[in-house]
């Protein structure tokens, strides 16, 4: 069954770690990696990457990308969202840690930031405009 437009950004906005896929080129798949990511309902999903990273030249190439959420329990479900990039902007401490804080905390999440500060001061913020979504809950698993 799909999900309605809150069921699917109310899912989306949920700590899940994201498959992104963004097109890789003529005679290839497309790129499928595990991203952390970003959401408010309503808003613009975001994600933090290397500026010269092989995900970022693939996205500036295709100037889109797509995310994937899933899970399995209590029921399968998923979103998938994909979009042209809004917005392409230089990474900052406070974004690594709003991006950590959704997966980790307390001093793990402290130990995240200041090596993010040391280790990814080359990340850039990209923000996707979501044109179209794909959705569904399967029910019961059991």
């Known amino acids: 069954m799909e999900l309605s437009r809150d069921e699917r950004e109310s899912f989306l906005a949920e700590s899940h770690v994201a498959a992104l896929g963004v097109a890789a080129g003529d005679h290839r798949g497309p790129l499928v990696i595990p991203i952390w990511y970003s959401y408010v309902p309503g808003g613009l999903p975001w994600i933090l990457t290397g500026a010269g990273s ?28 994909e979009g042209p990039v809004a917005e392409t902007a230089e990474g900052t401490s406070s974004l690594h840690r709003a991006m950590a804080g959704r997966y980790l905390s307390g001093e793990a999440l402290d130990r995240f930031v200041a090596m993010a500060e040391v280790e990814l001061a080359d990340h850039v913020v990209v923000r996707m405009r979501p044109e179209r979504w794909f959705t569904a809950d399967l029910g019961s698993t059991a």
């Open 54 to 81: 092989s995900k970022m030249t693939l996205i500036r190439a295709a100037g889109r990308f797509s995310l994937l959420v899933h899970r399995t329990e209590p029921t399968t479900r998923y979103v998938s969202v």
